[in-house]
């Protein structure tokens, strides 16, 4: 039982007796007091309670504390303070055993149930694949990652999905601008897409295609090459993409197709229900969508003048697939320019007649990239696109995933590529893989030396400040891993990492663990291994490796 349960049941149970509020009428909040002197844990209940009782809350706080049923052992003391606070401070006791319950659980600690099974499906990097991945898709599939993992955490359900969007105008383009390079590899002139896609990897795929078929293409009439060259160039991009999420230690549960999605004219089904429901109309010769009356600040076209289905009517489709395939909760991450797009998302999934707050997104914002304090600006195979490819090669999968984390979603996060590529203690990725290593290596000194960590170690040693500093650190992982995945804020891991190295290193410089006193020693060590323990379990999280040695 951890010491935010111990003291919410103690109060529970002195609210009973006191007459003030039965279990589960009031919230019992317990935080950390924002100055450590003024102990472990506080409450605010009786502030609550003043209101209802009409009595000053010092004096319900009095009441409170009388009643409280607190063994010394655990809670060494209750304090009034402010307009009402009770402050807890709890004994090393409780600490040593909050340690061996770290020790007992291993890979499980930080992990929770709240999660309930809740069927989950975050969406997330589903890039055009008319082209290689960019650096705000390798920050999408970071966060994606790390947000379906801390889901898992705590006992969701959780897929993750890329859409892929393997119809319409855009992939008649990627044909043509493959198509046109292709007939100019092999001395024939075809005029290039207006709007076509350029950069290198055009001109690769189409050497590619010269290498295996020659001038197979070349025979086929101009729009049957086309046809063609689209269909193998999506394919090849495709299995680049996917080559390099492996890579980046993401590998996708469902790939999704759109063109799947209108050879079953889902969008035609959707249609047909908002118009049974009455929220179309038409209007100019196209099929309108009232969503104004779900809170969007206009109403949104679902089949033009021309007789088109919107992009917008097939994602609604899309997203009315997800519900129909058994998601309670839809998580979409997308770039900051669809913000304008969430509104419209969330009143048509309103009118189709789905629960309102199942459908969510996280806006993932831009990356500068920056080196020797300039922005880099243009990549040498893919044109305007800085390629995820390219920096994973520059600074590793490590450093990319921890910096794309360490920053939250809705800033704009300068990747500094200098500070990235930098093996020293600055670089916050190293300064805490390297807390797990020296751990790594204290333990190997201490077996070498006749010292090994007892399944039952006595841990009534750790009296010194630092070591009940590092403890309380630890037994924060819980609540971290809970917050992040509860308010989907993946950075509070990296930040958490980043304290509980520091508490470590401090903790190291003023003790050593190897020493001639075997009892002590042992303590220590089942204290480094406490913190082997949870830095190993929140590089899982992130994706991360935890190196035995650097």
């Known amino acids: 039982m951890t010491g935010t349960e111990y003291l919410s049941n103690r109060l529970t149970t002195a609210l009973k007796k006191k007459d003030f509020a039965e279990p589960g009428e009031i919230t019992i909040g317990l935080e950390r007091p924002k100055f450590a002197e003024h102990g472990d844990l506080a409450t605010n209940v009786a502030i609550l309670l003043a209101r209802k009782l009409k009595r000053n809350p010092r004096e ?44 007992d659980a291993g890979s499980r600690f930080g992990q929770a149930d709240w999660g309930n099974k809740k069927r989950v499906q975050i969406e997330f990097v589903s890039a055009n694949p008319t082209g290689p991945l960019n650096i705000v898709s390798a920050r999408a599939a970071a966060v994606g990652d790390v947000l379906a993992n801390l ?8 897929e993750r999905e890329y859409y892929v969007n393997d119809a319409g105008r855009q992939i008649r383009l990627l044909g043509m601008s493959v198509s046109a390079r292709y007939m100019a590899l092999l001395g024939q002139t075809e005029d290039f897409p207006e709007e076509g896609y350029h950069g290198l990897y055009i001109h690769e795929l189409a050497q590619q295609l010269v290498d295996e078929s020659g001038d197979q293409f070349a025979k086929m009439e101009q729009a049957e090459r086309w046809k063609a060259l689209s269909e193998l160039a999506l394919e090849k991009l495709l299995a680049s993409q996917k080559e390099v999420l492996h890579s980046y230690r993401l590998n996708f549960d469902s790939w999704f197709r759109e063109k799947k999605l209108r050879e079953n004219n889902s969008h035609i089904d959707v249609l047909k229900t908002l118009t049974d429901k009455g929220f179309v109309f038409e209007k100019d010769g196209a099929k309108w969508f009232k969503s104004t009356q779900f809170g969007d600040e206009k109403d949104r076209v679902l089949i033009t003048g021309e007789g088109e289905p919107t992009y917008f009517l097939v994602d609604v489709a899309y997203h009315a697939d997800k519900y129909n395939r058994g998601f309670e909760k839809l998580h979409d ?23 309102e707050g199942s459908f969510e997104v996280t806006i993932i914002q831009q990356v500068n990239l920056f080196q020797k304090g300039e922005v880099v600006k243009m990549s040498k195979r893919a044109g305007k696109i800085i390629e995820m490819k390219e920096l994973l090669d ?7 995933r921890f910096f794309f984390i360490a920053r939250r979603t809705q800033s704009p996060l300068d990747f500094d590529m200098d500070l990235a590529k930098n093996t020293s203690e600055e670089n916050p990725v190293f300064y805490v893989q390297y807390a797990h290593a020296r751990i790594c290596n204290i333990i190997n000194k201490a077996v070498a030396q006749g010292i090994s960590l007892p399944k039952q170690v006595n841990l009534s040693p750790l009296d010194k400040k630092e070591e009940l500093l590092l403890i ?8 971290t891993v809970s917050k992040a995945a509860k308010y989907l804020e993946p950075h509070r891991i990296p930040t958490y990492l980043q304290e509980l190295a520091a508490t470590f290193h401090k903790f190291y410089h003023h003790h050593r663990v190897v020493t001639d006193d075997v009892e002590l020693a042992q303590a220590r060590l089942g204290l480094i291994k406490g913190v082997q323990i949870v830095l190993a379990n929140a590089f899982k999280l992130l994706g991360i490796s935890a190196p035995e040695r650097m």
């Not at 052992?73 to 090393?92: K, L, P, Q, W």
């Not at 520059?394 to 990319?400: I, L, N, Y």
């Not at 309380?472 to 609540?479: G, T």
């Open 60 to 103: 319900i706080a009095t009441d409170i504390v009388q009643a409280l049923e607190l063994d010394p052992d655990v809670v060494t003391s209750a304090e009034i303070a402010g307009a009402g606070f009770i402050n807890f401070r709890f004994g090393n006791g409780f600490y040593h055993n909050e340690l061996r319950t770290i020790l």
């Open 151 to 158: 889901l898992q955490a705590v006992d969701c359900d959780v």
């Open 333 to 355: 991450l997308w770039g900051p320019d669809h913000h304008g797009y969430i509104k419209r998302m969330q009143a048509a999934l309103l009118a189709l007649g789905y629960q």
């Open 394 to 400: 520059e600074v590793g999968v490590d450093v990319a």
């Open 472 to 479: 309380k650190k630890l037994i924060e992982f819980p609540q």
